[in-house]
């Protein structure tokens, strides 16, 4: 069930990591079409992918297309939404982006629009290993559903998930990166101090991560005893404080952007 064309509504950092993985899997698409209010980012992203058209304007050019995505902050999405109700296609499949806004209240906003899906990508898609849960509405038929299932396939895996764990996704996927990049970035840093290469560390890291979260989930042993098998703990002492910043500025920021 092959998708030919794309449209994007927003050419920021999402339409590159989306085009990116389609890019690294070899998908081809007989048309990507990307809109931006800012020219400077449609350079940017033509630079990147020269086989895309880009539009500053024309959202009637993009919505007519298979699959469209609307990478846009949600401020900004429900007007867009007024924007295309006249003339996005019947046909089209709508993946929105965003998180807090349900697919009820976008499809008030397309006269009830029926094709249309949620979906929150993380930057591990622009290396096809991305966490990306999906909702889907109500209404849609099951080849529909298929149809995005499979071309989203190639960002990594897409949990099919019930609408209001999107913005838990959100917090714990997408923004999930944030809290270990430059952690690990810092550690890389070190092992090169102490006396590893480059590539020693990244190897070292990328291995002793994946068996972190391997015996953590996987042992079959409670917390306190996973905690226990390493008995020097560097940062034991500042573990509470930072547990701390996590439930303030992770429950904050899901406050924030829940429905």
């Known amino acids: 069930m092959k998708t030919n064309s794309l449209g994007f509504i927003g050419g920021g950092r999402v339409t590159k990591i989306i085009l990116q993985a389609f890019e690294n899997s070899g998908i081809l698409f007989d048309r990507i079409v990307v809109s931006d209010t800012n020219p400077e980012v ?63 209240k976008m499809a008030g906003a397309l006269g009830g629009f029926a094709n249309l899906v949620r979906m929150n990508p993380s930057a591990s898609a622009i290396v096809n290993k991305g966490v990306n849960p999906i909702a889907f509405s109500p209404e849609m038929q099951v080849d529909a559903k298929n149809k995005i299932l499979e071309l989203m396939r190639s960002l990594g895996s897409t949990p099919v998930v019930e609408e209001p764990k999107i913005e838990a996704y959100a917090v714990i996927s997408a923004m999930g990166h944030t809290y270990f990049f430059f952690q690990i970035q810092k550690l890389k840093e070190l092992a090169v101090t102490f006396g590893m290469s480059d590539k020693e560390a990244q190897t070292v890291l990328t291995e002793m991560l994946w068996g972190t979260t391997e015996t953590l989930f996987k042992s079959g042993l409670p917390y306190n005893e996973v905690a226990d098998l390493v008995p020097v703990k560097p940062m034991g002492e500042v573990e509470e404080t930072i547990k701390g910043y996590y439930d303030q500025y992770l429950t904050g920021i899901f406050a924030k952007i829940k429905p």
């Open 42 to 104: 449609l350079n940017s992203l033509k630079t990147k992918f020269p086989k895309i058209t880009v539009t500053a304007d024309n959202l009637q050019e993009v919505v007519q297309n298979e699959v469209v995505f609307i990478a846009l902050h949600p401020p900004v999405l429900m007007e867009t939404m007024a924007k295309i109700n006249d003339f996005v296609s019947k046909d089209a499949i709508l993946v929105s982006l965003a998180p807090k806004l349900t697919i009820e």
